[in-house]
């Protein structure tokens, strides 16, 4: 680890000598693009992050929305990306953990989690190696703290290879007396540290993440991977949620870039006040251990609370009861400065507010995306039709969901495999649907259109179970900022989700950044996961499987622009971006309200393949579908803002929708199990359900 010139010559001007070792590895990695976004930080603005039902913004561990006035849910995302190819096991599995002590630090009890993951192609066995141990991680971690992993998308592409995405979102539940925030609040209260004892796992992990990865990165980067331990976090859970209900805790962080020195120095520092920490009562497993190994290991399941001092042997009892590791670690000072004692020495001195929000920010030169030029394959609808279904793109993700337990908490009112989770809230009769993910394929070919169109389809998602969109976290990612072509489709990226988001009048209330995802392959796509929650009355919904005997209606028009679609991919060619809806909001209100009827039996939206994997997915055994598109290019067209809705009552849905979207009348469901699909000027297409499922189960055969 080593500061930056510039970065300590301004250290140098405020501290009017040099820094410390303790504090110069502070700035570095307090000061790194992980933990200040330095390069995103100015283009975070343009999202909307108010609203009547936002209780806490951006800015905490999570934030906090409201269902209704008794009910809160607290929501965060982050990124576990270069731990995840150096250590795809334990890099997936302190992702998941991270993320959990998050929502733990609002007061909020997890519910939920959600794994947006990306790898290179599929067909390379270092990909499958990876996805393999990403997968077992989430699993093993989720499992066994007891919160569901309820909801994801899986996605392969070229340039993923060399640098894997491992995006966690994780929700749950509090109330206004259960809040708590990360500020501190009074000098004289006490900082103790709970959970596991430190080590020298994880040093300097935010620092390695705001870098390149090296071509030896999975040998020489291996210390600065955490490695985790569920059980101790599930003790830590409940410790947490008793000291929570008996108001012992003030403000809290979890421990997670930067470590101790990075929580702590936030705590005081969003509280304007300061700290004085002792670094020699931080228990500790490992002998030996220098100040600066303490300060900034992240050694994991550790938060940092702040206690006032005659609730500091309570607290104490909680920890012995949970048989965790406590330390009285020192305490809220008005001074104003961050200061950690070890050995007799003060090796840490410094303002609070500048060593946690004193990182400059960068200038950086951008060049703007170009859109493609149309350059289409002549393709046989049949070999077309089998290539997009048979992708690990669009394939069934059974093989990943399999091993994660998605109905532990009894909550799960709609399982993994569908549009969203629905989550039942049983105390106030409400369902929380969640959609998460991105669609590289997208934002490769137009990162602004891609990226409202990623935000278009996560709302659709949650309308097509008749919920309401409420709030959404975003994980932004993208390459090396300092090249103005990866930097250009950055920016156009984060432009395209706020403006979307913006118009479907879903404020953004959190999220991650995570740059320099570069490597010897080259800088990955511009990757927006969002994490989107809405609610409903209830938590029925109608599903995706067809129920037969009924009319099949497209919401939304025939598209012919297949840029950046499964279709492409497979056949080759480049085409421009579909255009998108002028009113995604209305769309989603209205479809929201057609999936609430009665007459609806069926409702999932167009994304991923088009048309070709939306009707695929729908067959059963039991219902098949006999429909009609007018050419080639609307059966695989991934224009979102659309879906296939079965009604018994086609011309109700067009009246539902007169003002909103024009209706197209697909054809209807049967009672065969068949899917035939009548391409004007081409050759029908004909499957039964069992070749369907034969065709979608690409990663299952590969992995097992």
Known sequence: ?????????????????????????????????????????????????????????????????????????????????????????????????????????????????????????????????????????????????????????????????????????????????????????????RLVLLGNATGRDGLGGASFASEDLSEDAETEDRPAVQVGDPYTEKLLIEANEELVEADLVEAARDLGAAGLGGATSEMVAKGDLGARIDLDAVHLRETGMNATEIVLAESQERMAYEVRPENVEAVADVADHYDLGFSVIGEVTDTGRYVCEFEGDTVVDVPAIFVADGAPMNDLPAVEPTEPERSLPEAEVEAAFEAVVASPNTASKRWVYRQYDHEVGVRTALRPGDDVALLALRDVGKGLAISAGANPGWTETAPYDGARAVAIENATNIAAKGATPLAAVDCLNGGNPEKPDVYGDFVAMVDGLADACSTLDVPVVGGNVSLYNDSAAGPIPPTPTLSMIGVKDGYDAPPLSLDGGKSLVLVGEHASAVGGSEYLAQMGGTDRFPSLPENPREFVETLATVANDPTTTAVHDVSDGGLAVTLAEMVTAEAGADVAVPDRLALFSEAPGRAVVETSEPRSVAETFEEVAPVVVLGSSTNDGLLRVDVEDHPNVEYDASEIVALRETIEAAMD
């Open 1 to 189: 680890m080593s500061l930056p010139d510039s970065d300590r010559d301004l250290v140098v001007d405020a501290l009017e000598r040099e820094p410390t070792t303790a504090e110069a590895a502070l700035f570095e990695n307090l000061w790194s693009e992980h933990c200040a976004y330095r390069s995103s930080r100015p283009l975070l603005s343009a999202f909307d992050s108010e609203g009547e039902q936002v209780v806490v913004g951006p800015g905490d561990d999570a934030a906090v929305v409201a269902v209704d006035e008794d009910t809160y849910v607290a929501i965060g995302i982050e990124s576990h990306n270069h731990p995840s190819y150096v250590d795809p096991y334990d890099g997936a599995a302190t992702g998941v953990g991270g993320i959990v002590r998050d929502i733990l630090s609002m007061g909020a009890y997890p519910i939920a989690l959600t794994d947006s993951i990306y790898f290179g192609e599929f067909e390379r066995e270092h990909s499958r190696y990876l996805l393999d141990g990403v997968v077992e991680g989430i699993g093993d971690y989720g499992n066994s703290i007891g919160v569901p992993t309820v909801r994801g998308s899986t996605q392969f592409h070229e340039k993923y290879e060399g640098n894997p995405l491992v995006n966690v979102s994780c929700v749950g539940l509090v109330d206004d007396e259960r809040l708590v925030t990360a500020d501190a609040k009074e000098p004289g209260n």
